[in-house]
């Protein structure tokens, strides 16, 4: 009867499997890292994106109050109207830092949103 592997032929066959392993691991990470990039990329776009859809929206809005200034302050009043206006401008996206939370993931922190003179006042 011919003789089996030796521990040693054994142990070179799973250090070589190991190693093919580890390799493959490494290959692994670095793809996940460039697809944590290719991510971080998409959300960045897509606030990009968001910030001018809102800053299209308001600049509309303001285009419109302009147009028909006249009939807003016929049916209301000029303070009315100069609110209006300035509660717009105010409701311009303004983001103001990026914040890095402890998993090295960020999110956009928001200034200037407030409830005060929004749609409470019935205007719009």
Do not use: C
Request: charged content about 25%; glycine content about 6%.
């Amino acid at each position: 009867m011919p003789a089996g592997n030796s521990r040693a032929n054994l142990r070179a066959a799973a250090t070589v499997r190991i190693q093919d392993e580890r390799a493959a691991a490494r290959d692994d990470d670095a793809d996940r890292e460039t697809n944590r990039e290719f991510k971080r990329a998409r959300v960045l776009a897509a606030e990009q994106h968001i910030i001018q859809q809102q800053t299209n929206s308001v600049a509309t809005q303001i285009r419109l109050f302009n147009e028909n200034r006249d009939a807003f302050i016929a049916v209301h009043n000029e303070e009315t109207y100069m609110r209006a206006i300035v509660g717009l401008l105010n409701s311009f996206p303004q983001p103001s830092r990026r914040i890095v939370d402890g998993n090295g993931t960020s999110s956009m922190a928001w200034g200037g949103e407030s409830s005060e003179g929004s749609s409470s006042d019935g205007i719009y």
